[in-house]
């Protein structure tokens, strides 16, 4: 069992920046696949950025591409350094944790889940 908790989260002006962070809880996350997610008021839940094990390989949503940048670091946290940011990016953020696979943009493939932390961008 692995618990996620995410910090970071906040109001910001739009064109700000904001870094999220998500630990673990008495161990370590190197051997888990690494995401985010956002839900954004009135809509699903939609993929946002993913990490390999080793870091080396990430991938990100087309509306994030560019902005957002996933990270971690050799033991227990994973980052979203998020730049640029619009209204539209409001939302709740997620990071999730996988043990099997490559990774990738299915809620279905994480086993593991964080309770969120708000993000909201005025305009």
């Known amino acids: 069992q692995v618990q996620l908790v995410e910090s970071g989260g906040g109001l910001v002006q739009a064109g700000g920046s904001l870094r999220l962070s998500c630990a673990a809880s008495?161990?370590?996350?190197?051997?888990?696949?690494m995401g985010w997610f956002r839900q954004a008021p009135g809509k699903e839940r939609e993929f946002v950025a993913t990490i390999s094990r080793s870091g080396i390989i990430t991938d990100s949503a087309v509306s994030v591409k560019g902005r957002f940048r996933i990270s971690r670091d050799n033991a227990n946290t994973v980052y979203l350094q998020m730049s640029s940011l619009k209204p539209e990016d409001t939302a709740v953020y997620y990071c999730?944790?996988?043990?099997?696979?490559?990774?990738?943009?299915?809620?279905?493939?994480?086993?593991?889940w964080g309770q969120g932390t708000q993000v909201t961008v005025s305009s």
């Open positions: 008495g161990r370590t996350l190197s051997s888990y696949v």
């Open positions: 999730a944790a996988a043990t099997k696979g490559l990774g990738g943009r299915e809620e279905g493939e994480y086993e593991y």
